[in-house]
């Protein structure tokens, strides 16, 4: 038999920017907004791309507590995918980029 030791101290798992798709909206993690920093964002939609845009603006959806309210949107541009993202941060443009065709994060 090989064994492993486990080590509790060893790897630390980089804190990544989550987002939630739900049916009604967006969950964004802590690091997510501590990316963005901000209270209001543009949401936005590439659907060649498959891919969800969410960007730091002053006018904007407000962020509450962590959730964006985000049904029409969704039903704007007929998104109905839900699940769990690791969300691409671009730091020149302050936004976070949300590819729907990337593999969704399994639950723990």
């Known amino acids: ?4 030791v486990y080590k509790p101290r060893g790897h630390r798992v980089p804190k990544l ?4 798709l739900s049916k009604n909206s967006i969950v964004l993690n802590k690091h997510a907004r501590e990316k963005l920093h901000t209270e209001k ?3 936005a939609y590439d659907g060649e791309a498959n891919t969800i845009r969410i960007k730091a603006a002053q006018d904007g959806q407000n962020i509450k507590k962590t959730k964006v309210f985000s049904r029409g949107f969704f ?3 007929n998104i109905t995918t839900k699940g769990k993202f690791v969300a691409d941060y671009n730091e ?6 949300v590819d729907l065709n990337k ?6």
């Open 92 to 97: 020149q443009e302050n936004a976070l980029y």
């Open 1 to 4: 038999m090989a064994f492993e």
């Open 103 to 108: 593999k969704q994060v399994s639950p723990q």
């Open 41 to 43: 964002v543009e949401l």
């Open 75 to 77: 039903n704007h541009f």
């Open 17 to 20: 920017p989550m987002v939630t």
